[in-house]
Nanobody, 119 residues
Framework: QVQLVESGGGLVQAGGSLRLSCAAS????????MGWYRQAPGKQRELVAQ???????KYADSVKGRFTISRDNAKNTVYLQMNSLKPEDTAVYYC?????????????WGQGTQVTVSS
């Protein structure tokens, strides 16, 4: 069974920091891009940050300069360091990875972790 397991969400005051982690496990042959998405109540899910297997990154304009995505290929893990958090960052954060596994090649999703930023 292939799965993505997130951790690190929680409640933080505005200006604070959180670090999210997402570990992929199971019968995985390779992982291409990994990323973080978020969905706030009443809004569509949006890309927050993405990183390729080679280390190229992409960020949403709203988080540039505040969030940093990184990955440990040996551990099949992606991280999201979130600094200078704002109330508008409040959302459920989802990890996603494009993987080749024994089941199929495609996009896999984690269960989501809540991030709440109080003003």
């Amino acid at each position: 069974q292939v799965q993505l397991v997130e951790s690190g969400g929680g409640l933080v005051q505005a200006g604070g920091s959180l670090r999210l982690s997402c570990a992929a496990s199971g019968s995985i042959f390779s992982i291409n891009r990994m990323g973080w998405y978020r969905q706030a109540p009443g809004k569509q899910r949006e890309l927050v940050a993405q990183i390729t297997s080679g280390g190229s990154t992409k960020y949403a304009d709203s988080v540039k300069g505040r969030f940093t995505i990184s990955r440990d290929n040996a551990k099949n893990t992606v991280y999201l360091q979130m600094n200078s958090l704002k109330p508008e960052d409040t959302a459920v954060y989802y990890c996603a990875a494009h993987m080749l596994t024994v089941v199929a090649a495609g996009d896999y999703w984690g269960q989501g972790t809540q991030v709440t930023v109080s003003s």
